[in-house]
């Protein structure tokens, strides 16, 4: 078995403020600067004014990041509250006025809203990004073709963006629809090794379609910063335990993948097929989806999926077994989405009108995010 891989893990959280549970439209100019204090070189600002994101160091252990992402969060809380400020850790929130947000003042961002335009300004979403180091020579495109098939069954387990704009989307994922309006964002395309990879990418660029230092924002992609592979499929989870469990399942795929060789599955583009629909699946019904078995081609529930994930890339570590067990839990008890969508109903029936209810939720997913939460759940 080759030496275990390295990680990082990539938090986006929306500014939230703690008397109304709105997200504000200009956050009080001391935030970054008590962020960056805070947190350093960890913290990094996100396209919206109203958007951060915690950037771990390199990782080898799901304690090392628990600890992390533990005192970060709590450190970020504290200074935050002297603001009236909290961090909400969901995908999206229930009620943010899209219309109204502003960019980050950077040029890098002035330029993308400039290029996508309300596709841009409606992103005002939050994201899970799990890094994983892979050796050098290895050819990451392939590697990618290896394990993209299980993508989706990772965003059914994340899930936490059931509500936009006041309404019930009626997905489970709507983060990702909203991806969808964007280029290079879906699932990577089925290039079969990395001088694909580059004559594809040589091929946008030359043509227009890609800045000479762009970047494809797919749901698995090779960074061009850093020798790894980046999982982006997944929405942010207010729970610390979700996103680590998250990260140790993505990273034991990629060391199993590595180690053993997997073979891409079934013919190529009938994997595609395959993952796609699975992608449709997990976005718009989460962990109560009917996939498609990889491999076997059959109806297979998100529990019996993810034995099929733990049947071909076995146990062979205590973080990896951890992060089934998480996985298992819930699969069983419910992501980030069912529990906002539990606190909805239940308000309602309480006779909280459409507001108030909302507002349940905002302040549910600001305690399930909060370092209490995150301790209790560990």
Known sequence: MS???TFGIEEEYLLVDLSSGRVPVTPPLTVTRRCREVLG?????????????VVSPVLAS?????????????????????EGIGLYGA?????????????????????????YRHVARRSLVNGLHVHVGVPGGCDRMQLINRVVGWLPLFLALSASSPLWQGQETGYMSYRRVICGEWPHMGLPEPLADWAAYERYRALLQRTGSMADDGDFWWAIRPSRRFPTVEL???DACPNIEDALCIAALFRHLVEHALAYRHPCGPLVRE????????????LRHGRHAEFIGIDAQQPVTAE???????????VDTVDAERGFMHARQILRDGNSADRQLACLRQARDNGLNPAQAQRQVIDLVLQQGSCTAASSAA
């Open 3 to 5: 030496p275990p891989c």
């Open 41 to 53: 070189k960890h913290f990094t600002e996100e396209m919206f004014r109203s958007q951060v994101e």
């Open 62 to 82: 799901t304690g090392e990041a628990r600890e992390f992402f533990t005192l970060s969060r709590h450190s970020l809380q504290q200074a935050l509250a002297a």
């Open 91 to 115: 995908a999206s929130h229930p009620n943010a006025p899209w219309l109204k947000h502003k960019p980050r003042a950077s040029a890098h961002y002035r330029q993308v809203f400039d290029d």
């Open 232 to 234: 982006r499929i997944c």
């Open 271 to 282: 994997l595609r097929w395959v993952t796609q629909e699975n992608y449709w699946r997990a």
């Open 304 to 314: 019996g999926w993810l034995a099929q994930l733990e049947s071909q890339f076995p």
